[in-house]
């Protein structure tokens, strides 16, 4: 039972850092009909960036400033001057897949090239451990968790109260419709991509924050997990990303704790192909959605 | 020829004729029939895999230092034939699975998590495949019959290149040239009017996939026999890009287009970086290389999405208004029904010419 | 082409096609609501609506490209309602689309070849069999083929990609593929919509030699009235999902109910 606590603790954590993760990617989606494989190595770099920031100095608020910039700044770039130019030559959709996959495969390796194969290393300091019962959790870990809760909560208020949310929210449903309500889409996709690029270098910095250490692998390691999360909640759906993230990290988390630690991903991905089987449009899709009928 | 240009020879050889068979199992499989299968290094390691324990004999020998199920010891060639029957069936399952209605992308990145599944159940379940060590010291197929080890690399080279001969004449060509590789071209390219005018297209898919799959089982198997050692390092998700990449530079569709760009990509990558000399370690001529295809793949799919060789276009005889044409071999058709369209065509058909100036 | 007709019934001949009762809704509102028509055997049906109606969604439910909540469809005395796209076609229901559906990367020639029926050629045991099992049949399809085109004038663009083709092109290969099919109803979903008006006719005229000498029965979504006064025995109205009329268009329009459906749309 304690495990099983404990291991609760762990899948929050993981949530958290799933839920940010998951979110920019389904914003992505959402805006730009684009499953975006990159996503997972844009993590990666925006964790390298923070760890450059890191060897100059800057603590943990300093790096994930610097990994969320980085981020935006790159996925804000891959958009317009790759994915863009690709769609508007009417690129299948399994074509985006393989320009995405390329742009994943060229930018691990580029980074592979740059850092070298060795395994890399936070300088953050060990945080205190606290402890409630069976739950043990670190400082970090209790701040990553508060920092996801709070970005969902922004990311809440900016889609229902700002202006540009609901431009996103009218962009992503009907990207016709909202031009023709005098939305300008450029931007607002433009704005999209950045803020989700955001979260994607945030959710980087985290991600390696946690682990013990990190190389040029891991964010495409994660970006699996990430997918099923969007996946299971609904491609394009934020609310759908944040509990598909919910109920994979504690799926992830507590079947490491109580079965087997090596496998714990693949509960995850079972679980994932088990609801496509029964739900393909994720727990929050629509039966119409654009993710399932051609 | 020295030994050693022999030996680097023959290797290359067969590592040609794999990867032309992997060319065609994915062509089939997408270049005619549209299926995203970025599983498809999934169907070559089954086979692979199918054909090592199938060769490898009991897991206790050796010194017992692999772990693995069956380990069986059966003669060339029913290794092989296995690994395509094993593949085949595995293809059969997932197809079932993901082959629905799902949008292209969609359906990719459900086989992309699949593969990924499937490393990460080899790697945590040691006794099944040997875990993230892999397999090794595979018996390779009738050595003892040759004396020399210079025979034996020409015999395995002969061997792959009667694979390839069997299976494009039995199976890519037969697919290709007829009309069921007709109606897979109609079902990728608008499967929803392909339904409509009467065609099974799940049945079609999941039909395709399947062949496909075995083609794939058996460029595995072949390779594992040779090379004598298969680990899950060496299928990531990524190696199905290669093929891929391979596809979309030599030519979509086009039986010949993807030999092309089989030598041009994976063959011809392996060995340029034999020749360049070794810059900075060793990880980084790996990791340019990676980059080096996925830029090539960026580029086609930018400059010439249809690749070097583009599908060839079936033309037909085609006759003029009035004008009765004999078909391919068969001058004696039923009379009455060409006879009767042609008729009508005759009547029609400046009717229908001076309408037609009109489109 | 022609099915032998059924054998008249007390009633009068049973219909080709039934439609009984349909219900389907996309997210919680109905599209189309409880609507029942049918097709005579040897008629050219039309179907009519104001934007919004709910036609298109009627006719992919019977061509079976949607599934019906709730309702049924019968075609030559059979219930289809469960059946899927293709089985529908190969009891002679082809249905053509609006949007664009031609087999872009294939021919003319082979975009017809694609449609014939119950082709050996197309069988899997082709990669068991080879060529020789095919080979004539293909022969036939392939002179078939040869004289829709000629009937239809295209015989120039025969080898040409379909893709290559214009749009009022791209139309008239649609119909013949149709007919490559060998239906027994055809059902179009805008056939005349966007093409210029001397295309138009000239489709029109195909549509009637069609009906008249083969006896073909077709099903017509159309918006303009004026050629389905020409073509059509009766119309069936749709409006908000549900049939409000039936009968000759003439007579159709004149009603209040129907003309109230316009003007509201």
């Not at chain 1, 250490?213 to 699996?224: E, I, K, M, P």
């Not at chain 1, 598909?244 to 509960?267: C, H």
């Not at chain 3, 017809?112 to 990669?127: D, K, N, P, S």
């Not at chain 3, 059509?232 to 549900?242: L, Q």
Request: hydrophobic share 50%; aromatic share 8%; glycine share 12%.
């Amino acid at each position: 039972m304690s495990t099983l606590i404990a291991s609760v603790g762990f899948g929050l954590v993981t949530a958290s850092i799933l839920a940010l993760a998951a979110v920019g990617f389904t914003l992505q989606f959402g805006i730009s009909n684009l499953l975006n494989l990159a996503y997972g190595d844009t993590m990666t770099a925006a964790a390298f960036a923070a760890y450059l920031a890191n060897r100059a100095g800057a603590d943990l608020w300093l790096m994930l400033l610097t990994g969320g910039a980085f981020g935006a700044v790159v996925s804000l770039a891959l958009n317009r001057f790759v994915y863009t130019p690709f769609r508007r030559r009417k690129t299948s959709l399994f074509g985006m897949v393989i320009v995405s996959l390329s742009v994943a495969v060229i930018v691990q390796n580029l980074l592979l090239a740059g850092f070298g194969p060795s395994f890399f290393t936070y300088q953050i300091g060990q945080s205190r451990t606290l402890r409630a019962g069976s739950l043990a959790l670190t400082v970090n870990q209790l701040l990553i968790i508060a920092l996801a809760v709070a970005a969902m909560l922004a990311l809440h208020l900016l889609l229902t109260r700002t202006r540009l949310g609901k431009a996103m929210r009218a962009t992503s449903t009907n990207p016709s419709l909202a031009l023709g309500c005098g939305i300008n889409t450029p931007r607002v996709v433009g704005m999209a991509w950045l803020l989700s690029g955001f979260l994607c270098g945030v959710a980087g910095v985290v991600l390696v924050a946690n682990t013990t250490a990190f190389q040029s692998t891991t964010g495409n390691d994660f970006l699996v997990l990430v997918v099923a999360a969007a996946m299971l909640g609904g491609v394009g759906k934020p609310y759908g990303a944040m509990l598909g993230a919910l109920v994979l990290g504690l799926v992830t988390e507590i079947a490491a704790g109580i079965i087997a630690p090596g496998l714990k991903e693949g509960f995850a991905f079972a679980l994932l192909v088990l609801v496509l089987l029964v739900r393909p449009q994720g727990l929050f899709g629509d039966a119409t959605s654009r993710a399932v009928a051609a | 020829m020295s030994a050693a240009a022999v030996f680097y020879l023959t290797t290359l050889l067969v590592y040609v004729g794999v990867d032309i068979l992997a060319v065609w199992s994915l062509n089939l499989q997408w270049g005619i029939a549209g299926i995203p299968n970025l599983a498809w290094i999934l169907f070559q390691s089954a086979g692979a895999y199918t054909a090592a324990v199938l060769t490898l004999g009991p897991s206790s020998g050796n010194g017992g230092f692999q772990s693995y199920i069956i380990g069986a010891r059966l003669p060339f060639p029913l290794p092989v034939l296995a690994g395509g029957l094993v593949a085949g069936a595995l293809a059969a399952l997932v197809g079932l699975v993901v082959l629905r209605r799902l949008r292209g992308d969609y359906q990719a990145v459900v086989l992309l998590v699949i593969t990924v599944t499937a490393t990460l159940l080899v790697e945590n379940f040691p006794r099944f495949l040997n875990g993230p060590a892999g397999l090794a010291l595979i018996p390779q197929p009738l050595s003892s019959r040759f004396a020399s080890s210079i025979g034996y690399a020409w015999f395995y080279v002969a061997l792959t290149a009667a694979v390839c001969a069997v299976v494009y004449f039995l199976v890519v060509r037969r697919i290709t040239g007829s009309p069921l590789g007709r109606a897979l071209r109609a079902t990728r390219d608008c499967d929803f009017a392909a339904a409509a005018l009467g065609k099974n297209i799940v049945g079609l898919r999941l039909f395709v996939f399947v062949v496909g799959g075995v083609i794939a089982g058996i460029s595995g198997a072949l390779l594992v026999e040779f090379i004598t050692a298969w680990s899950p390092g060496g299928w990531m998700y990524v190696e199905s890009l290669v093929v891929f990449t391979a596809i979309i530079v030599g030519g979509t569709g086009n039986d010949f287009g993807v030999m092309a760009g089989a030598l041009l990509v994976p063959v011809l990558f392996n060995e340029i970086t034999r020749y360049i000399p070794t810059f900075g370690s060793p990880y980084l001529v790996d990791a340019l290389q990676w980059v080096v295809i996925g830029g090539l793949a960026l580029l086609f799919m930018w400059f010439r999405p249809r690749g070097l060789f583009p599908e060839r276009r079936r033309t037909m005889a085609l006759g003029g208004p009035g004008t009765t044409v004999a078909g391919p071999g068969q001058a004696g058709v039923e009379a009455g029904r060409a006879g009767a369209s042609q008729g009508s065509g005759a009547g029609t058909s400046t009717a229908a010419g001076g309408a037609g100036s009109g489109l | 082409m022609t099915a032998p007709a059924p054998p008249p019934g007390p009633a009068g001949p049973p219909a080709l096609l039934e439609v009984t009762g349909m219900v389907k809704s996309f997210g919680g509102a109905p599209v189309v609501n409880a609507a029942s028509c049918t097709v005579a055997n040897g008629s050219i049906t039309g179907l009519i609506g104001p934007n919004g109606a709910g036609k298109s969604t009627l006719v992919a439910l019977i061509g079976g490209a949607q599934r019906a909540d709730a309702g049924r469809v019968c075609f030559l005395g059979q219930d289809i309602t469960h059946q899927p796209v293709y089985r529908r076609a190969r009891a002679g229901l082809t249905r053509t689309f609006q949007l664009s559906s031609e087999f872009a990367r294939l021919t003319v020639m082979e975009n017809l070849m694609t449609a014939a029926q119950g082709h050996a050629g197309e069988r899997f045991r082709v990669l068991l069999l080879g060529k020789r099992s095919w080979r004539q049949e293909e022969a036939r399809v392939l002179d078939r083929a040869r004289g829709l085109l000629q009937r239809f004038g295209m015989t120039a663009k025969g080898n040409d990609y379909a893709g290559s083709l214009s749009g009022g092109q791209k139309r008239i290969v649609e119909i013949m593929r149709a007919l490559m099919s060998d239906p027994q109803l055809l059902v179009l979903d805008e056939p005349l919509a966007g093409i210029n008006p001397s295309l138009a006719r000239t489709i029109e005229s195909y549509l009637m030699d069609l009906n008249r000498e083969d006896g073909l029965s077709m099903l017509i979504v159309e918006h303009e009235l004026a050629a389905l006064e020409r073509l059509s025995d009766t119309v069936v109205v749709m409006a908000s999902g549900r049939v409000i009329a039936e009968g000759e268009l003439s007579d159709v329009l004149a009603r209040s109910e129907v003309v109230n459906a316009y003007i509201v749309g």
